[in-house]
């Protein structure tokens, strides 16, 4: 093996790229942080037993893992909301207040993404622990749509369901409880043929399977809502449908330019989210680029039942479309000035004195005023400064000369 | 108005899914198979012509909206995150094994050859039984008679190919037919022009 070589799913970052990801994260460390949330940082390395459990687990499989000298099982973290989950129960045993933390790092595993096996990605994201209600669904869809703007994507779709609807109107048809999940799945896939022969073989009947393969196309704009309170009369669903309503109606008193998708099909990792579920879509994307939702139960399975919201970026994704957009705020800038000649001392002197001044400043060894003129063309620098013995010349990257 | 890009595969599913393109109003009419232009452009569509294998990649990544592909493929491609929304009810047909008569595909150390080696291995893994897979991309039913496998997985639609080679369907795993495969962003991002071809296409096509 050539030691040059990287394992498969990791990456380099240099040059552009890494400037421009750093930008980024600084981007939405400053749009968190002015939303009131507050910046945690986890270890890389966890017990793997904060990964497990019945609810939220990441899949062994995916999770790179290895033993202290005492035997006890590590992870390198293959996900994390889930340490921010334990640092919000290791701080609510005392007291029980409202929490907002969020996070930018990279997390470790063999997720498989279109193909490929990544080993390594970063990710941002925000989770509100202790509080729920239509305010804070509100609020973390606001900090959701805020971040997003903030880094310069556009005709964006904010996606959004609720998991207890799909729910309710199984339990309304008497579905039995095992069959639940699977239909969910079904119905959140879209997969009418799967849903069509699961309910045939379990015996369903034709009235039942035709109200659950309604569930699939129950999606368009907000008026979706509407259409769906004359539909679904029962309670349960009439009180999802007047949270969604009411949450939406302040996302669209903020006017975003963002359009708003409602899919009360909506049910992903069913296991996991408990209330409403939102995605954030690009035409340019292929897949989410922001996922979240309510998860209500998890505090629970850390010893601290407490209501908890929250949602996720790929870093990755971000500059990749940010890429496609044509996107360059960016972008990292070329050096301002540079500085060559002799003699020495003086130079660096002149380097130090911009410097102090703001102005990212390069040093040019070339002896020359042609060759260091070249070397001007070749960083893109747009000024520079040649000492030639006693004289200083200012030069252009045009061309001109100052004396 | 968005423009909807449709994968469309070539080779045995090509005319239908033209067809169904085509009678939901999208403008597929000077469409051939063999053409030599890999994406034709038409006022409401654009058309990629691709291997049958790959629709559900172009559909997955977004770079096409919505493309047409057997459910066998999306078995071979399993994890590919793809909205199988519906059954369009041609290119019907079984995956099956297929061998000499009396073998069984499920013994232990058993070698198979097929073109769907993930589905294969998957199939295997489910059961606990070891098999040798062995990929081949196409006349898989030359493993059994030349003795490079004991068995093959593969389609069978009337199960001619195999009588001729004196060969025999062992066990149906899978019914295949041809699936409606839709990008999730796209559904949401061209909500308006997604939601009616589907729709339309759910309703008024007939294979």
Redesign the interface.
């Known amino acids: 093996m050539s030691r040059i070589q990287i394992p498969e799913g990791v990456t380099d970052f240099y040059g552009d790229i890494a400037y421009r990801k750093r930008k980024c994260e600084a981007a939405l460390r400053e749009s968190f942080f002015l939303s009131g949330f507050d910046e945690v940082q986890t270890p890389t390395v966890e017990y793997y037993d904060t990964f497990r459990g019945e609810i939220g687990e990441i899949r062994e499989e995916a999770t790179i893992r290895f033993f202290d000298q005492d035997g006890r099982m590590l992870a390198l973290r293959p996900d994390l909301t889930l340490p921010v989950v334990r640092l919000a129960a290791a701080r609510a045993i005392d007291t029980k207040e409202v929490h907002r933390f969020f996070y930018i790092g990279d997390l470790y595993g063999t997720q498989q993404e279109y193909g490929m096996k990544r080993r390594q990605v970063t990710q941002a994201g925000c989770e509100l622990f202790g509080i729920g209600g239509v305010g804070t669904d509100a609020e973390i869809l606001i900090t959701a749509i805020r971040s997003m703007l903030v880094l310069g994507l556009k005709d964006l779709v904010i996606d959004v369901g609720h998991v207890g609807f799909v729910r309710a109107v199984c339990k309304d048809l008497n579905i039995p409880e095992e069959f639940i999940p699977t239909m969910m799945k079904q119905i959140d896939e879209k997969n009418e043929t799967a849903l069509l022969a699961f309910c045939e073989k379990q015996g369903i009947g034709a009235d039942v399977i035709k109200q659950l393969v309604n569930l699939i196309y129950l999606f368009g704009s907000a008026d979706v809502l509407d259409q769906a309170k004359e539909i679904y009369r029962i309670p349960e669903c009439q009180i999802i449908l007047r949270h969604l309503d009411e949450v939406i109606a302040i996302i669209r008193s903020l006017q975003f330019p963002v359009r708003i998708s409602v899919d009360l099909g909506m049910a992903p990792n069913i296991h996991y989210y408990t209330g409403m579920v939102f995605r954030g879509l690009s035409p340019l994307f292929g897949s989410s680029i922001l996922s979240g939702g309510r998860y209500d139960q998890l505090m629970e399975q850390f010893g601290v039942p407490m209501e908890a919201t929250g949602f996720a970026l790929g870093v990755e994704n971000i500059l990749y479309l940010l890429e496609q957009q044509g996107v360059t705020m960016f972008s990292r800038p070329p050096l301002q000035y540079l500085v060559g000649g002799c003699p020495v001392d003086l130079v660096y002197q002149r380097i130090q004195s911009y410097m102090d001044q703001g102005y990212r400043t390069g040093i040019s060894y070339q002896t020359t005023l042609d060759a260091f003129r070249e070397e001007m063309v070749r960083q893109g620098v747009e000024r520079g400064l040649f000492l030639d013995g006693k004289k200083e010349l200012s030069v252009e990257k045009g061309g001109a000369i100052h004396g | 108005m968005?423009k909807i890009t449709v994968a469309l595969a070539k080779g045995r599913l090509f005319q239908k899914s033209m067809e169904v393109f085509q009678q939901a109003g999208l403008d597929a009419d000077d469409l051939t198979e063999d053409s030599r232009q890999l994406i034709i452009k038409g006022e409401r569509a654009e058309f990629l012509i691709v291997k049958p294998v790959d629709v559900p990649?172009y559909v997955?990544?977004?770079?096409a909206d919505v493309g047409i592909c057997g459910k066998d493929t999306l078995l071979e491609k399993s994890?590919?995150?793809v909205?199988?929304?519906?059954?369009l009810g041609f290119a019907v047909c079984k995956l099956a094994f297929a061998g000499y008569g009396g073998t069984d595909p499920y013994q232990s150390g058993i070698r198979v050859a097929t073109k769907y080696q993930n589905y294969a291995r998957q199939i295997y893994r489910e059961r606990g039984v070891s098999a040798e897979i062995i990929s081949l991309s196409g006349s898989v039913e030359l493993g059994p008679i030349l003795g490079l496998s004991d068995v093959i997985l593969d389609i069978v639609e009337s199960g001619r190919t195999l009588k001729e080679n004196g060969l025999s369907v062992l066990e149906e795993v899978a019914n295949s037919s041809a699936?409606l495969c839709?990008?999730?962003?796209?559904?949401?991002?061209?909500?308006k022009e997604m939601?009616s071809l589907v729709?339309r296409i759910?309703e008024e096509w007939k294979p």
């Not at chain 2, 839709?182 to 909500?191: A, D, E, H, M, Q």
Request: hydrophobic share 35%; aromatic share 0%; proline share 0%.
């Open positions: 968005a990649v997955e990544h977004g770079v994890g590919t995150n909205l199988e929304m519906l059954d699936r839709v990008n999730r962003v796209s559904l949401k991002t061209k909500g939601r729709l759910r």
